[in-house]
């Protein structure tokens, strides 16, 4: 069982680029779940149909979002699997995502310390100077005059969030052992 984490909306929309709606269905079941699944229960629980449901285990744990035990039935010693939440993995994978925000958000800060901006007043097109220059100080939209766009209130925001982030990232770190 996962405990209530914030980032798990964040990661529940991941799941559904890259599994499916139904892969977002499964492994939230797993993950509320108090005990270990096997793919029957999950056939049941969901309403999907088995090969959909084996489909959706195989590219979560793909991700390495979920894990299993293998168990050979007594009866007719075929191999069951019990499915779970792999919460260690899941942890880190959640760590990693955030740093590939927190390193675009450090991008665009730089990209807004390192320029210029101008801005039309009508329809609120923002250039750099360079593109600005390009367009002989025009909006391409409307033709409008573009005017200097101070962009102190971004870049402060930016330094903001970043700031958050980074220490929520050392924190977890901290807390999981690096990656
Ligand atoms: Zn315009």
């Not at 056939?43 to 088995?50: A, H, R």
């Not at 959706?56 to 779970?84: A, F, Q």
Request: aromatic share 8%; net charge negative; with cysteine.
């Amino acid at each position: 069982m996962v405990r209530k984490n914030s980032n798990l909306k964040d990661l529940y929309s991941f799941i559904e680029d890259f599994v499916g709606p139904s892969g977002k269905e499964v492994f939230k079941l797993l993950a509320h779940s108090p005990k270990e699944l096997l793919d029957d229960d999950i056939v049941k629980k969901t309403g999907l149909d088995e090969q959909e449901v084996r489909r959706i285990l195989y590219e979560l744990h793909n991700i390495g979002l979920v894990t299993y035990k293998k168990l050979r039935n007594p009866e007719d010693s075929r191999y069951i699997y019990y499915w779970r939440v792999d919460a260690s993995r899941l942890n880190h994978v959640l760590l990693q995502r955030k740093k590939a925000v927190l390193n675009k958000l450090k991008e665009r800060l730089k990209f807004e310390e390192e320029n210029t901006f101008f801005k039309c007043p009508i329809d609120g097109v923002r250039l750099t100077y360079d593109e600005a220059l390009e367009n002989d100080f025009k909006c391409p939209r409307c033709g409008g005059e573009l005017e200097m766009d101070d962009n102190t209130e971004i870049k402060e925001k930016l330094r903001k969030i970043i700031k958050e982030l980074e220490e929520e990232v050392e924190r977890e770190e901290k807390l999981i052992g690096g990656s």
